[in-house]
């Protein structure tokens, strides 16, 4: 039987995307397609000329279309699959269905944006949601879409050491180079509980010190700072951690928590979005209170093997690579 043919869609290839390429590259000969907005109306309105281009020429070579995230480089190969009865699918992250206007972050703070991304929603075959969350705002939004929520994975892999005896360190990890992103994190109550907590080591990875020097004037000496670290450098820092915060203001799902409970970190999160449904009932959901979180992390003593193991098997259970394979095949 001949394979079926997809074009792969999206805008930066992060690890999440990698993983769905290489899902769909198990079953499908997958064309991929960068879309590189640039910043301006010109710039961007230049990239989607060259995307019209593109699908004028190509769209009849292939069977699906599939799109990580809706935004700009979605609507065009919507439209391109709708008029020539092609099948397509959009993966919602998030960043879709989010307008938190404070901190201008989500496709719905601009009209313009958020047109291109609702179109798109109405008109595709299918939209993935990541997370129940996102499920439910995109019910709300776009109530006559057709949607199916697969959780979003974690690509993993067996890892070299067990997991033992964990080291009194708090760790976060994510992509903050702005103001934006330093507020969207949490970074700002994480910074302020490692003042709590002086007995415990915290670690920031992922975050631009030269960017955000007025951010980080007082920063407690038990705090550490490392700027992007690969991917597959990561397990270190999670094996040794006794718990994983993600102090988030909005998160669709969160790929790093599900990542860090796998290796056994006890998870601390908000009540925001996603989080909630990654961490069940094997961490702590909080509110954003420094002095209330740190009171609560002094009076638990929950750190052992087998609750470090059911951490992890949450995790496996319902986050892995295999669990999204299965789920993704049957659309096609």
């Known amino acids: 039987m001949q394979k079926k043919s997809i074009l792969f869609v999206y805008v930066n290839f992060s690890s999440f995307v990698k993983s769905d390429c290489e899902i769909l590259s198990s079953f499908a000969n997958v064309t991929k397609y960068q879309f590189k907005p640039g910043k301006g109306i010109v710039k961007t309105g230049y990239s989607l000329f060259i995307q019209f281009l593109y699908l004028l020429i190509n769209i009849w070579r292939y069977d699906n279309v599939f799109i990580w995230f809706s935004d700009y480089h979605s609507l065009l190969p919507v439209l391109f699959a709708k008029i020539t009865g092609k099948r397509s699918i959009i993966v919602i992250g998030g960043y879709e269905v989010a307008r938190i206007k404070s901190l201008n972050y989500g496709a719905l703070c601009s009209k313009i944006r958020g047109f291109f991304c609702i179109t798109a929603i109405k008109s595709a075959t299918l939209n993935l949601t990541v997370s129940g969350y996102v499920d439910r705002k995109l019910r709300y939004i776009a109530p006559r879409s057709n949607r199916k ?72 000496c038990n705090l550490t700072i490392l700027g992007r670290v690969p991917h597959d450098q990561l397990e270190s820092y999670y094996l040794r951690s006794e718990y994983y915060f993600q102090l988030s203001r909005s998160e669709s799902f969160g790929v790093s928590v599900a990542e860090a409970m796998f290796y056994g970190c006890i998870p601390v999160v908000t009540n925001e979005g996603g989080l909630p449904e990654v961490v069940g009932t094997t961490g702590f959901i909080v509110k954003r209170d420094a002095l209330y979180i740190s009171n609560l992390i002094s009076s638990n003593i929950q750190n052992n093997s087998d609750f470090n193991k059911e951490i992890s098997s949450r995790s496996i259970n319902l986050f892995s690579r295999e669990k999204r394979a299965e789920k993704i095949k049957q659309q096609f």
């Open 149 to 220: 929520m697969i959780y979003n994975c974690v690509d993993i892999q067996p890892f070299s050491t067990s997991i033992t005896a964990k080291e009194k360190l708090i760790l976060t990890v994510g992509l903050v180079e702005n103001d934006r992103t330093f507020y969207l994190k949490g970074i700002d109550t994480f910074i302020e509980l490692a003042k709590h907590l002086p007995h415990y080591r915290f670690l920031i990875i992922g975050m631009d010190e030269k960017k955000l020097k007025k951010q980080l004037k007082s920063v407690p």
